[in-house]
T-cell receptor, first 115, second 111 residues
């Protein structure tokens, strides 16, 4: 199993550009989530999904969209990038569809710089 | 929303010294998870505590969950350079659908 994969590893955007961060897992996990990590602030939840076709907002959803058309994939879309979205983005998944009550498996992260 | 506060933010220790990080909440937690993130890496799950007063050990790491389930700690005995990284606690919100992470404690070990 590849586990949780994320692409790209690094990205530089100009303000106003849009892009999609890809996340995929091959463990048949129901729960998937996106976090952003900023220095000294830990990880903050952006969006999450408890299964295909179901998504919901986390703590900091503004400026981001998600979709979950398959169990495996959970892309994160930045609609119009802003410098405040410069961060490291982590995708995570866990087996249970009841939420994050089990081990969360994190992807390697995407480092995003918005100029 | 639910918040978990983690202290200290940073800790420098000499190799061989002990290290402890604390996680505190103003509300009762249903459970708590601990993660380790190496520099430049991603968070890796260490353990989950569920029961009041629970103590679990993994080699030199000891995890505790408070009797009131409002605090938790991670203690490392005789630190090694391989322990370097940031340690996060995370708690599930009341609805059970989100994890809230503490700010993390960054551990630096001098050889």
């Amino acid at each position: 199993n590849a586990g949780v994969t994320q692409t790209p590893k690094f990205q530089v955007l100009k303000t106003g550009q849009s892009m999609t961060l890809q996340c995929a897992q091959d463990m048949n996990h129901e729960y998937m989530s996106w976090y952003r990590q900023d220095p000294g602030m830990g990880l903050r939840l952006i969006h999450y999904s408890v299964g295909a076709g179901i998504t919901d907002q986390g703590e900091v959803p503004n400026g981001y969209n998600v979709s979950r058309s398959t169990t495996e994939d959970f892309p994160l879309r930045l609609l119009s990038a802003a410098p405040s979205q410069t961060s490291v983005y982590f995708c995570a998944s866990s087996y249970s569809n009841q939420g994050p009550k089990e081990t969360q498996y994190f992807g390697p992260g995407t480092r995003l710089l918005v100029l | 929303g639910q918040q978990v506060m983690q202290i200290p933010q940073y800790q420098h220790v000499q190799e061989g010294e002990d290290f402890t990080t604390y996680c505190n909440s103003s509300t009762t937690l249903s459970n708590i998870q601990w993660y380790k993130q190496r520099p430049g890496g991603h968070p890796v799950f260490l353990i989950q505590l569920v029961k009041s007063g629970e103590v679990k050990k993994q080699k030199r790491l000891t995890f505790q969950f408070g009797e009131a389930k409002k605090n938790s700690s991670l203690h490392i005995t005789a630190t090694q350079t391989t322990d370097v990284g940031t340690y996060f606690c995370a708690a599930i919100n009341n609805a059970g659908n989100m994890l809230t992470f503490g700010g993390g404690t960054r551990l630096m070990v001098k050889p």
